[in-house]
């Protein structure tokens, strides 16, 4: 996609925002996840020039977005809207914040987010080998931790 007026740069926000959005709201929490997508999207107005020759611009802003407001403070996923999401299992916040920041958002991007293992691979500049990884160790994390919510 050629983004190169602002028309043209306007219909690219109004397709990648929303995903941005999502993603950083489970990536990074809500205190940063509005930042992280205002700052992506600041960088591709910078560079929109740029932006038809990334293969994946959606997971090169993620990581733009992420790297601009990483902060050392562990991050906070949003409370559920119990008008606006399904019922989920209570331990399952509590679950995936125990999990490593790799682990956390390899599994958000990919279960919640529904983003390839290429895609997050890209947007956390890590292998395809290496995302697989983070997802199935942060599964088997949050199974051994919701099975001792639901036992304990």
């Known amino acids: 996609m050629l983004v190169t007026t602002t028309t043209e740069f306007e219909r690219f926000v109004t397709e990648v925002e929303p995903r941005l959005r999502r993603a950083f709201a489970g990536a990074l929490g809500p205190d940063r996840s509005s930042?992280?997508?205002?700052?992506?999207?600041?960088?591709?107005?910078?560079?929109?020039?740029?932006?038809?020759e990334l293969r994946n611009p959606v997971g090169y802003?993620?990581?733009?977005?992420?790297?601009?407001?990483r902060r050392p403070k562990?991050?906070?996923?949003?409370?559920?809207?119990?008008?606006?999401?399904?019922?989920?299992?209570?331990?399952?916040?509590?679950?995936?914040?125990?999990?490593?920041?790799?682990?956390?958002?390899?599994?958000?991007?990919?279960?919640?987010?529904?983003?390839?293992?290429?895609?997050?691979?890209?947007?956390?500049?890590l292998g395809t080998s290496t995302v697989a990884t983070h997802v199935s160790r942060g599964l088997d994390a949050l199974r051994n931790h919701l099975g001792e919510v639901s036992n304990g």
């Open 35 to 52: 930042d992280a997508v205002s700052e992506a999207l600041a960088w591709a107005w910078e560079n929109r020039d740029r932006l038809d």
């Open 61 to 69: 802003l993620f990581r733009v977005g992420q790297s601009r407001t």
């Open 74 to 125: 562990r991050p906070e996923l949003p409370p559920p809207d119990p008008g606006r999401i399904p019922t989920i299992e209570p331990g399952l916040v509590d679950g995936l914040l125990a999990l490593s920041e790799n682990q956390r958002t390899a599994v958000w991007l990919v279960h919640a987010c529904s983003w390839s293992h290429a895609e997050v691979a890209e947007a956390m500049e």
